[in-house]
């Protein structure tokens, strides 16, 4: 498999990823803290990350839990 372009938050990084769960695991985040992702402007719900594919050129947004007051 060959690197691709994708943004993540805003920043442009190469990855060998070929679908979310691998791009999270890759730039080594925890998957037992609270973490939302969305793909070009759509969340991708946490059960779905390992089939959500990536493309080059695709937008990852990264979203911390918010607290609600």
Known sequence: ??????????????????DL???LRE????????????????FVPRHHWSRQSLHAGDRVELLPPRAVV
């Open 1 to 18: 498999m060959k690197a691709m372009e994708v943004s993540v938050n805003g920043k442009l990084i190469r990855t060998y990823a070929s």
């Open 21 to 23: 769960h691998a791009l």
């Open 27 to 42: 730039r080594g985040l925890l998957f037992n803290r609270a973490l939302g992702c969305a793909l070009n402007h759509t």
